[in-house]
């Protein structure tokens, strides 16, 4: 029992410290490029400064993936398959992983009856992408934004996360 115990919370700290010693970029380009490039597996294009300000005015790497994620673009792309290949590109998409034959029926379910942004919080508010990624590493890269974890005395600017305004850019 004391060697789960210990297995178990060497599984849970030993992420964390990955995360914590990644090394980090302060260069706000790679990191949007990167998110553009795990999310909407495309090069990032001129509008896509938009987000760049959204990071120098303190918004999180994690908000910024949330936006994207239910950006139309994005969910027009998911949306326009069947229900287990949508959820098996959103797990890939926010967690770099393919979901589990459990997760696809759950997961697939409240897309059915909540959307797919919906889904997409749920993944982005998640233990699982808090603990691999955190507010600043992006999914499926070794990008991670530390310009933005500098900013404790600034006062962060959210990114609306309900709705349709939520999905444009500001």
Known sequence: MWRLAVLVS???????????QQPCTVDARQVIEQVYRQVLERPADPSASVWLDHLSRGATVREIVRAIAKSPEHLRRV????????VVDVYRHLLNR??????????????????????????????????????????????????????????????PRGGENAQQPC
């Open 10 to 20: 060497a599984l849970t700290v030993i992420p964390s410290l990955a995360v914590a």
């Open 79 to 86: 949306g326009s398959q069947d229900r287990d290949d949508m």
């Open 98 to 159: 393919g979901p589990d034959p459990e997760a696809i029926k759950h997961a697939g379910i409240l897309a059915s009856m909540r959307g797919s942004a919906s889904l997409i919080d749920q993944i982005v508010d998640s233990p699982e992408y808090r603990q691999r990624f955190g507010d600043w590493s992006v999914p499926g890269s070794s990008v991670r934004y530390c310009a933005g974890s500098d900013q404790g005395s600034r006062q962060a600017r959210r990114i």
